[in-house]
């Protein structure tokens, strides 16, 4: 019995140890809302928190009243957050008509309300360098400029010029200032961009404006409406900017509800930098984690930390992002709170967000009426540090850092490219290169090939200079010896030479040189045939699979996983033996001369140059790289048009048509190739559908 107890207390350490080791705790376990990024491919994968919350602050307001004696009020409506280089938090408390100070702990320390001229709903709070205050008092239609005892120094009012008309609203939400002194004020509704002002307070030109968006609709409207019909429909104008920042080079950064602009940055000429940026369109595309509801995107602030990071929310998906000075992503995360039982780090409306010299992240809420206070987690942290270090090009430096976010999240792929971009300032370009293929990084993987090769070059050139000099003394060799012997051609190849399925697949050599003729000899001569149509159809199957699984990586970057050939042959199967029917069909209605069998050899044999080009360039492909692009993407184009022309020139031929009928052959197929597929999805549907109804009443009736 004892012995049975022993051998219990030793399996149940045992278990526990297993536990502890081989399943760890996960440092964001109380963390009420999950965290995600992108890998190298699109895929969105969860990570480890990189911000945790630590508490609330301005929940509560001091004021002492003028009885001298203290009462507390809340935050209402609050529209703007502001911490100043000395960390002081600044927060536009719009429907109190205050700018409430606060200390970096939440410590009150002040309220501004300018008792001069008091305050109506502000929206914008901005303290420059030297202490000045700067607040958009939205209610008042003004910009109000005060020094750091919040005394009344200047008002910006509307702005006066001859390019604006009395139509103008002039509503100050908020404003930046750079290191000039120019004063950048976003105002409610205006689609004419930032308006600029001087130091001085005077207009200055208006600035950054986005650019109108136009639909295909708003196309074919200007195309075919009258003037008066045109009068009536609404003007289209460009999305107004909903909020602003700036970094310490002076470069400003807005946000909008623009499809193409949602976050720009801009240069002092007022240049949109980040135009080819790629995450405006992952912004857009962003979903709702905890819901699939879909939900129309409002994004409400941009902030900047110091080492460039964009951090971005979104108030109606209640998303926040995060993303590298390059615009790499590079975690996002979104926890709805319910109005009236509030977690800490969670929001319900997230209007503002800025980043102080510790690090921290605070985001002020209109909805709960407070400020929520995030800090790094050690990933995060070690994640900022490792992508500070390799914008600042020191490799070496980050690359431990890269290692321990591996040891945290070995899925974490933005490490493998750091970690290769350190073996690559080495000179270890064959490490570099396995390393940014993990990282789904093509030019990098090409720009590491390109260093493997030159060695490789460098190292055998004596070699290769050589055996290129003896391949051509023993061709010139050969094709003496075989004019003055005369080869003939061996009994074998004379017998293959014989056979019709032989003789019709040599036929497609012709029709490459003369495709009119050669197309015409299928019909008319029975130059083509089943069995020659099928070994090209089989060898244009061997193309895909060769061109999907060996193709080099620096022009086929996808992972292992996205290289199966299931999907992509029956897609190409069930297109190619549609176009064949359809186009049969076609011909038979419009009086074409082309029996079934003709269309599908000509068809068969208009692929030919994808298989005589196709092959070789995939193979050719691991051989080089970016820089050989141009090349590589010539010979990709030109056998894909030379086999559209083919198409071409086979229906023309084969069917006996002019030019104009060739085309409306090709349309009419397309067309009914599209409505065919929708009725066989439409009869798929309903089989399906009838499946389940009669599964349903078999269940019924077995109960």
Known sequence: MHNNQSKSKYVLWLVCLI????????????VPYRTFTEDSYGRTIM????????????????????????????????????????DDIYIADTDNNRIVHLSEDGE?????????????????????????IFIADTGNKRVVHLDKNAKLLKEIGRPESRFINESFVYEPTNMVIDKRGFIYVVSKGSYHGIIQFTPEGKFDQFFGTNKTEVTVMDVIRRQFYSKEQLSRQVRLLPVTIRNIDIDQQGFIYTVSGSKTEQVKKLNIRGENIWKKMSFNDR??????????????????????????????????????????????????????????????????????VETNSNKRLYILDEALNLIQVYEPTEFGATVHE?????????????????????????????????????????????????????????????????????????KNFSTLANGAIIAGLLLWLYLKLKKRLNFRIMPEAKKLNKRTWFQQLKHVFYILKHPIDGFGDLRYL????????????????????????????TYNP???????????????????????????????????????????????????????FGIPLALISNIFTLSEASIYSSIEVGMLLWSGLLFFWNIQALQNYGVG???????????????????????????????????TIYQEVSM
């Open 526 to 553: 029975n130059r083509g045939g089943y069995i020659s149509a099928f070994i090209i159809l089989i060898l244009t199957v061997i193309m895909l699979l060769v061109k999907s699984f060996y193709t080099s990586f």
């Open 283 to 352: 912004l857009f595309s962003l979903a709702t984690v905890e819901t699939d509801e879909k939900i129309e995107k409002q994004l409400t602030d941009v902030s900047l930390d110091q080492n460039g990071n964009v951090t971005i929310i979104d108030k109606s998906r209640n998303i926040v992002s995060q993303y590298d000075a390059n615009g790499t992503m590079l975690f996002y995360w979104s926890g709805r709170s319910a109005l009236g039982n509030s977690l800490v780090g969670l929001t319900a409306a997230p209007v503002a």
């Open 386 to 458: 490792a992508y500070r270090l390799m914008q600042e090009g020191k490799y070496a430096e980050g690359e431990q850092y890269w290692d321990k976010v591996l040891k945290l999240n070995a899925h974490f792929s933005p490490a493998y490219k750091g970690i290769a971009e350190a073996a690559y300032s080495r000179g270890e370009y064959e490490r570099a290169r396995d390393l940014f293929k993990l990282a789904g990084d093509g030019e990098g993987y090409s720009d590491s090939f390109w260093q493997i090769r030159l060695q490789w070059f460098q």
């Open 47 to 86: 990570t480890q928190s990189a911000y945790s919350p630590v508490g609330v602050i301005a929940q509560e307001i001091p004021i002492v009243n003028d009885k001298g004696e203290v009462e507390y009020s809340s935050l209402q409506r609050p529209q703007d957050l502001f911490i100043a280089d000395n």
């Open 19 to 30: 536990a502890l080791t081989g399943f760890p705790m996960k440092a964001s376990a109380d």
């Open 661 to 695: 009928e060739t085309v409306l052959n090709i349309t009419l197929t397309v067309i009914t190739m599209t409505i065919m597929w929708v009725l066989v999805f439409i009869l798929i549907g309903l089989t399906s559908e009838f499946g389940n109804f009669v599964y």
């Open 558 to 612: 996808v992972p292992v996983y996205a290289k199966g050939s299931t999907y992509m042959l029956t897609i190409f199967l069930a297109v190619w033996f549609s176009w064949v029917i359809c186009n049969y069909l076609v011909g038979s209605i419009k009086q074409g001369e082309a029996r079934f069998k003709d269309v599908f050899v000509g068809s068969c044999y208009s692929l030919f140059p994808v298989v005589l």
């Open 108 to 132: 009150f320390i002040r309220a501004i309300t300018v008792p001069e001229s008091p305050l109506n709903q502000p929206q914008g709070v901005f303290v420059t360098d030297n202490g000045d």
